[in-house]
T-cell receptor, first 112, second 112 residues
Framework: QKEVEQNSGPLSVPEGAIASLNCTYS??????FFWYRQYSGKSPELIMS????GDKEDGRFTAQLNKASQYVSLLIRDSQPSDSATYLC????????????FGTGTRLQVTL | EAQVTQNPRYLITVTGKKLTVTCSQN?????MSWYRQDPGLGLRQIYY???????DKGDVPEGYKVSRKEKRNFPLILESPSPNQTSLYFC???????????FGPGTRLTVT
């Protein structure tokens, strides 16, 4: 079983809609969770972090964490074509040093 | 400008010919990592370093070497490259925030 799992997509949503990206993880002691965005041919960049259960909002982005279900999600409201990218879920595992475990990413396509 | 730089950006080489990919950061970060990114496998950590002269293996260290003689530099060395090391490589650094990694632009390596 992969430690961090994401649906590879592509997830296609129309402009202005809400995009919902999901991620599950296997290690119950995981403590910190992150979403990175990676445009085609570019390097990943951090867009959201979440550490406790519930929702965290930043502009059009909302991260949701449910540790009991080992589930983290990213909602993008009012999706724009510029949001088209691959979104990587990353989990910091307790007890490890300097290691983020990444999912394989979900490719999002925002259509006009 | 805060950044992580890598060189070269693109490299085509032949099996067995030693190569070095350089990585440098100007943020005075203690932590640096190397990742490779492959389709369907995502980002996987090769090696990481918590400080000068302190390095450790990540998930896929076979066939790679690293060194950390200076805080800003973290070169990746392939002593005898093989075709299965054809990949996109990213160097990353971070400060005290565990998940906030800054990635370099990537090096696309092809070994024939």
């Amino acid at each position: 079983q992969k430690e961090v799992e994401q649906n590879s997509g592509p997830l296609s949503v129309p402009e202005g809609a809400i995009a919902s990206l999901n991620c599950t993880y296997s290690d119950r002691v995981s403590q910190s969770f992150f979403w990175y965005r990676q445009y085609s041919g570019k390097s990943p960049e951090l867009i959201m972090s979440i550490y406790s259960n519930g929702d965290k909002e930043d502009g059009r982005f909302t991260a949701q964490l449910n540790k009991a279900s080992q589930y983290v999600s990213l909602l993008i409201r009012d999706s724009q074509p510029s949001d088209s990218a691959t979104y990587l879920c990353a989990v910091w595992m307790a007890g490890t040093a300097s290691k983020l475990t990444f999912g394989t990413g979900t490719r999002l396509q925002v259509t006009l | 400008e805060a950044q992580v730089t890598q060189n070269p950006r693109y490299l085509i080489t032949v099996t067995g010919k030693k190569l070095t990919v350089t990585c440098s950061q100007n943020m005075n970060h203690e932590y640096m990592s190397w990742y490779r990114q492959d389709p369907g496998l995502g980002l996987r950590q090769i090696y990481y370093s918590m400080n000068v002269e302190v390095t450790d293996k990540g998930d896929v260290p076979e066939g790679y070497k690293v060194s950390r003689k200076e805080k800003r530099n973290f070169p990746l060395i392939l002593e005898s490259p093989s075709p299965n090391q054809t990949s996109l490589y990213f160097c990353a650094s971070r400060g005290t925030a565990v998940g906030e990694q800054y990635f370099g632009p990537g090096t696309r390596l092809t070994v024939t």
